[in-house]
């Protein structure tokens, strides 16, 4: 991220959220201009929160920790921030599957084919907040899904995917661990229209009917029967897991394989 950087250009804070690892130390080795804040508490909108009480500058750009960006990536987005039309802005994700198995790329290639896989706010990993659209929100809530939250704080002509900018995404590496990634991402969405209903009609549109038409060709049955089913398995375990309300955050770790 700051390969390339000029001096003064970026203020990099690392929040290490309840971080067993040698995450901290490292971060620090990196010396200016990252720099570390640690907290036991695994709690991602709180390790979010303490990075923005520590941030001095707009525009303010957040990414994962299994992200990768470039120098570029950042200067686009920031620049694109500038021109005040839109209040929040994304890269285009590029997903990495080398250490993928078959039926994790082929969800993915299916998930590509999507309206949903054009939207960068929710699925490239980063995205960047003018002061203006910061506003909108003080603080972020204690929510599975920060990313869509922000999305839906901004009808879609307020917020923007950027197609020449991009973040690399490091897919999980076994379909157990798809599955634990989708029901994840499919929580934190119900969870979200259940708190904020009025907000949640900004999320975008639906992947039907685009689904639907993917069923004309034989030759993406296969993998159609592998998204789908996926797809039904981790929509029942998040819809149990919120009525139960046990669900408790879970890294993907194999998708950190790759951003090492």
Known sequence: MTHGANP???????VCNGCTDRTATIARSFGQPVRVIETELPSKPR?????????????????DADVTITIDTIRR??????????????????IDLAASSWP??????ITSRLPSAQEGIGGSGVYALS??????????PMVTSDDVYVRIQFRPDERETLTFASSIVFAPATIKD????????????????????QLWENSGG???VALGRLFKYPWLWHKLCVYSSIAILARCRAMLQLRRRSFAWRRDETSRLGAK
């Open 8 to 14: 003064g250009e970026l203020d990099v804070i690392v």
């Open 206 to 208: 639906s992947n039907t």
């Open 131 to 140: 002061e203006a659209g910061h506003r909108r929100f003080h603080e972020f």
């Open 77 to 94: 987005l920031a620049k694109r921030l500038e021109r005040g039309d839109v209040l929040a802005v994304a890269p285009s994700p590029q």
């Open 104 to 109: 994790v790329r082929a969800c993915f290639d």
């Open 47 to 63: 390790a979010l929160n303490l990075g923005d009480q520590a941030a001095k500058t707009f525009p303010r750009l957040y990414t």
């Open 178 to 197: 798809l599955i634990v990634y989708k029901t994840r991402a499919h929580y934190g969405s119900f969870e979200l229209a259940m708190l904020f209903p």
